[in-house]
T-cell receptor, first 113, second 113 residues
Framework: DAGITQSPRHKVTETGTPVTLRCHQT?????MYWYRQDPGHGLRLIHY???????DKGEVSDGYSVSRSKTEDFLLTLESATSSQTSVYFC????????????FGPGTRLLVL | KQEVTQIPAALSVPEGENLVLNCSFT??????LQWFRQDPGKGLTSLLL?????REQTSGRLNASLDKSSGRSTLYIAASQPGDSATYLC????????????FGKGTKLSVIP
C-alpha cells in the first residue's frame, strides 16, 4: 500500500467551528488531492496540489481551503464547518498528473452537528 | 461536463460465476480510465488503468476493456469469490494534462458463498 495516512480518522464537530484535516505521504509524490465522498454523489474533487505552495480548486471547493508547506503534508481546512460538509474525506497522491493512477488514503469521517 | 454512469448499482452473484460490470461516460475525449475497488469503511484501491490508446488491460482474474468511441468500459471478473465483494468504481481523466478524475457512483458487488 502507498504510504498515505490521514488524521484524524474520525471527527465530530459543531457548526461554525474550524476544522483541519491532515494528509501525510511517505512516497515523495508531487501531486496531492482532497476528495469528498457522499451517497448519491460519488467522489468529488475539492482541491489539489501540484507542488509545495502550489494548489488549485476542484469541483466543490467552496467553504474549503488547503495548504501545502512540505511535499509530504497537505492540509484541508473548513474555516467554519456546516452540516453540508458532513462527509467522508479522502486524500490521494500521484506522481504524474493525469497519467497514472492515484493512490488513496484510508479516509476521514467528519460529522458536523 | 463529463458524467460517468455505472450500471447496475448493485449486483449479487453466486460464487464461481463470471460477471461484468459496466461503466459509461458522456465525453469520449478521455485520457485514461481507471477501475477502483472500495471495501466498506476503507479507501480506494486501484485495480486497472487503461490509457485512451489501449483497448484492454488484464490483472489476474480481472479484465477491463475500453471502447472510447462509444463511451463504454467493462470490468470482467472471472470465477468470482466471496473476497471480491466490494464496491467497484470507474473513473475517467479527461484530456491530456488534466488533473481531475470524474467518478461513477459505483456498483456494489456481493458474491454469495
Amino acid at each position: 500500500d502507498a504510504g498515505i495516512t490521514q488524521s484524524p480518522r474520525h471527527k465530530v464537530t459543531e457548526t461554525g467551528t474550524p476544522v483541519t484535516l491532515r494528509c501525510h505521504q511517505t512516497e515523495n509524490h508531487r501531486y496531492m488531492y482532497w476528495y469528498r465522498q457522499d451517497p448519491g454523489h460519488g467522489l468529488r474533487l475539492i482541491h489539489y496540489s501540484y507542488g509545495v505552495k502550489d494548489t488549485d480548486k476542484g469541483e466543490v471547493s467552496d467553504g474549503y481551503s488547503v495548504s501545502r508547506s512540505k511535499t509530504e503534508d497537505f492540509l484541508l481546512t473548513l474555516e467554519s464547518a456546516t452540516s453540508s460538509q458532513t462527509s467522508v474525506y479522502f486524500c490521494a497522491i500521484s506522481d504524474r498528473l493525469g497519467q497514472e493512477t492515484q493512490y488513496f488514503g484510508p479516509g476521514t469521517r467528519l460529522l458536523v452537528l | 461536463k463529463q458524467e460517468v454512469t455505472q450500471i447496475p448499482a448493485a449486483l449479487s452473484v453466486p460464487e464461481g460465476e463470471n460477471l461484468v460490470l459496466n461503466c459509461s461516460f458522456t465525453d469520449s475525449a478521455i485520457y485514461n480510465l481507471q477501475w477502483f475497488r472500495q471495501d466498506p469503511g476503507k479507501g480506494l484501491t486501484s485495480l486497472l488503468l487503461i490509457q485512451s490508446s489501449q483497448r484492454e488491460q488484464t490483472s489476474g482474474r480481472l479484465n477491463a476493456s475500453l471502447d472510447k468511441s462509444s463511451g463504454r468500459s467493462t470490468l470482467y471478473i472471472a470465477a468470482s469469490q466471496p473476497g471480491d465483494s466490494a464496491t467497484y468504481l470507474c473513473a475517467v481523466t479527461s484530456g491530456a494534462g488534466s488533473y481531475q478524475l470524474t467518478f461513477g457512483k459505483g456498483t456494489k458487488l456481493s458474491v454469495i458463498p
